[in-house]
T-cell receptor
Framework: DTEVTQTPKHLVMGMTNKKSLKCEQHMGHRAMYWYKQKAKKPPELMFVYSYEKLSINESVPSRFSPECPNSSLLNLHLHALQPEDSALYLC???????????????FGQGTRLTVV | GENVEQHPSTLSVQEGDSAVIKCTYSDSASNYFPWYKQELGKRPQLIIDIRSNVGEKKDQRIAVTLNKTAKHFSLHITETQPEDSAVYFCAALSGSARQLTFGSGTQLTVLP
């Protein structure tokens, strides 16, 4: 299984809603990532989890809250988002070898989020 | 942190011609350089990668070259086809930082 699975594929939410994005991989990868991608722009790193611990938080607003319940799952909890948060949210995972990430990141299909 | 610059931002070629996209990086500790292709509405997908101990790698019509001294790497696509039309992103990985930094992307259009 070389897939990273994200749900839902599309999400429309109001600014007062709480929702969660989910990501799952069964490749044994111990690094997992959340990226935000706006149209015609590169993926922008939000969070990195390594061995289920948050290792990088790229100054993301607190209305985005990541969670890594186990080595296969990664969630992104959303609360009180703004219209400018509308984007494609991509999850990815990588193999970690002796503490180093040295291989490709496998991306999920993404969740197209629209905040109204 | 790492900074990756990518050029050109748009590239149009005739079917059958070659396309070259260039990237430079700033962090000499970066040791892995993947190239991703992203079609409209789809996920980025790896098309080729190269590690810092290799100068060139080829896979059919696609090749990547790396110059560690100059800190630049390039993607070469030969005999381009309309289905090669997409956005291409270069990236650089600093292993200790566990962080992949992307270039700004190149919209490649192959004209039939």
């Amino acid at each position: 299984d070389t897939e990273v699975t994200q749900t839902p594929k599309h999400l429309v939410m109001g600014m007062t809603n709480k929702k969660s994005l989910k990501c799952e991989q069964h490749m044994g990868h111990r690094a997992m990532y959340w990226y935000k991608q706006k149209a015609k722009k590169p993926p922008e790193l939000m969070f990195v989890y390594s061995y289920e611990k948050l290792s990088i938080n790229e100054s993301v607003p607190s209305r985005f809250s990541p969670e890594c319940p186990n080595s296969s799952l990664l969630n992104l909890h959303l609360h009180a988002l703004q219209p400018e948060d509308s984007a494609l949210y991509l999850c990815a995972s990588s193999q970690v070898d002796m503490g180093w990430v040295n291989t490709e990141a496998f991306f999920g299909q993404g969740t197209r989020l629209t905040v109204v | 942190g790492e900074n990756v610059e990518q050029h050109p931002s748009t590239l149009s070629v005739q079917e059958g011609d070659s396309a070259v996209i260039k990237c430079t990086y700033s962090d000499s500790a970066s040791n892995y350089f993947p190239w991703y292709k992203q079609e409209l509405g789809k996920r980025p997908q790896l098309i080729i990668d190269i590690r810092s101990n290799v100068g060139e790698k080829k896979d059919q019509r696609i090749a990547v070259t790396l110059n560690k001294t100059a800190k630049h790497f390039s993607l070469h696509i030969t005999e381009t086809q309309p289905e090669d039309s997409a956005v291409y992103f270069c990236a650089a990985l600093s292993g200790s930082a566990r962080q992949l930094t992307f270039g700004s992307g190149t919209q490649l259009t192959v004209l039939p």
